[in-house]
């Protein structure tokens, strides 16, 4: 795996947008959110990636690092379930692959290849080589 030189570099460095810390009543998935915006790209986990891709944070910078872990276990796994980082990043927004298409044409690959998905992923996948 080739280390990108921003994978030392936090989503609020890479970013220019240092978040307040959260409120007291935070529900756990903010509060986590905002301690996983302070910690370097490359030390965050699969499933630091899941959650922070899934509330759509830090795109730009957070798919270039799923897509290589996607890459060589393409069903790799956060605190969810089998794929749950693939489900992640299928589920974005059709504009990301618009403004990325390198990232699109990647995450094609990586999901053409792929055969016996769950429903929920096998659907996801046609939705997204549809687009």
């Known amino acids: 795996m080739t280390r990108h030189p921003n994978h030392d570099r936090s989503l609020e460095e890479l970013e220019n947008d240092r978040w307040p810390a959260p409120p007291a009543d935070a529900t756990?998935?903010?509060?986590?959110?905002?301690?996983?915006?302070?910690?370097?790209?490359?030390?965050?986990?699969?499933?630091?990636?899941?959650?922070?891709?899934?509330?759509?944070?830090?795109?730009?910078?957070?798919?270039?690092?799923?897509?290589?872990?996607l890459r060589q276990d393409p069903m790799a796994e956060g605190h969810m379930y089998e794929g749950d980082l693939l489900y992640a990043v299928l589920t974005r927004s059709p504009e990301i692959w618009?403004?990325?298409?390198?990232?699109?044409?990647?995450?094609?690959?990586?999901?053409?290849?792929?055969?016996?998905?769950?429903?929920?992923l096998e659907r996801e996948a046609e939705r997204f080589l549809a687009l």
């Open 98 to 120: 618009s403004t990325s298409p390198e990232l699109g044409r990647e995450l094609r690959l990586i999901v053409s290849d792929l055969s016996d998905l769950a429903p929920h």
């Open 28 to 69: 756990r998935l903010i509060a986590t959110a905002h301690a996983l915006r302070r910690k370097p790209i490359g030390e965050l986990t699969v499933e630091d990636m899941r959650l922070l891709i899934g509330q759509n944070e830090g795109l730009p910078h957070l798919l270039p690092p799923a897509l290589e872990v």
